[in-house]
């Protein structure tokens, strides 16, 4: 029996890992679990060396402790961040140093199956960098244009119907409460000089039927159809309002959706695409570390069983 641990680094909350550990602990896998930013180092101890090998050492958390050099895969989920205890000096730069130490040793681990890198989790987040590597890969890209001039904005809402949406997912709250913002319509004359304060990302409008997401595990790539109501234009706006069916991905896009992972060396990405009436997929972004599994439930799609055998045996299928 092979007795190298899978390590799940992720927030104390998260049904998705929750998933995957299960499958893994069904599999007899050995798997530790912990959350850096808020584990790390109360609960949890690193002890890393150099070696001619690479790094080496031990990870105990709680009462359980992984050998370093014998990782066999490493699940980046979804870590809190490494958070100061005060606004005081030494606790900000601690919590720099945990990051970096830990961080840095947990991304070098010889041997190591990362899904994915937290490095190329990161590089990939890059919307910018995404449209350029998906136009490469041959795969349709609205007309894109990311200015903060007012100007460029009105001419490019002009000459076609275009739609805006943040460059990130990131935090936002209206009344103390967490807002979604979401893929809108974008008329020339909404458009105000407040364009000005930062960047902007407008689209050209895809005149679709529906949308798209797919998941890529390693080399397996699981597609689901996804029908919004009428006039809705932004999916995840009406999540009680949709309806799924699995759906096989093209030859052309799945091709192109490997050489995308290749290119920012991931092993996971979920992809949206908006859909033509006449079937075709139009790229419109990846997440690197996007959610699945409402999606394995609602399509039926066995997304939990491939990451599983991604990080037991390196390989998917």
């Known amino acids: 029996m092979d007795g190298r641990p899978v390590l799940v680094s992720t927030e104390v909350d998260d049904p998705t890992a929750d998933l995957v550990v299960a499958e893994l602990n069904r599999r007899r896998v050995p798997v530790l679990r912990f959350d850096p930013g808020r584990d790390f180092p109360t609960r949890t101890a690193l002890a890393a060396s150099l070696t001619a090998d690479g790094w080496s050492g031990s990870l105990t958390v709680g ?104 460059l990130h997912a990131g935090a936002y709250h209206v009344d103390g409460e967490p807002a979604g913002i979401w893929a809108a319509p974008v008329e020339p004359g909404e458009i105000t000089d407040a364009v000005g304060n930062c960047a ?9 039927s529906g949308d798209v997401r797919a998941v890529v595990v390693g080399e397996q790539v699981f597609c689901a159809l996804i029908t919004a109501p009428p006039g809705v234009l932004d999916w995840r706006s009406a999540y009680r309002s949709l309806t799924y069916e699995p759906v096989d991905c093209p030859e052309p896009v799945r091709a192109a959706l490997l050489r995308f992972l290749g290119e920012f060396g991931l092993h996971f990405g979920a992809f ?32 939990t069983s491939a990451i599983a055998d991604l990080l037991e045996n390196g390989v998917t299928g």
């Open 63 to 166: 009462n359980r402790t992984a050998d370093l050099s014998g990782v066999r895969a490493l699940y980046h989920r979804r870590p809190s961040p490494y958070t100061p205890e005060s606004d005081g000096q030494a606790d900000r730069f601690a919590a720099q140093e945990n990051r970096w130490g830990l961080n840095g040793v947990l991304g070098a681990l010889p041997g190591c199956l990362y899904l994915s890198h937290p490095q190329a989790i990161a590089r990939a987040e890059y919307k910018p960098a995404q449209l350029a590597v998906a136009a490469g890969l041959g795969l349709p890209v609205p007309a894109t244009l990311i200015t903060n001039s007012p100007a460029e904005a009105k001419l490019f809402a002009t000459a076609q119907s275009a739609i805006y949406k943040p």
């Open 200 to 208: 902007h990302l407008f689209q050209a409008q895809v005149p679709k």
């Open 272 to 303: 949206d695409f908006a859909v033509t009436p006449e079937g075709e997929w139009w790229f419109l972004e990846c997440n690197p570390n996007g959610q699945w599994a409402w999606l394995e439930h609602a399509a039926g799609l066995p997304i």
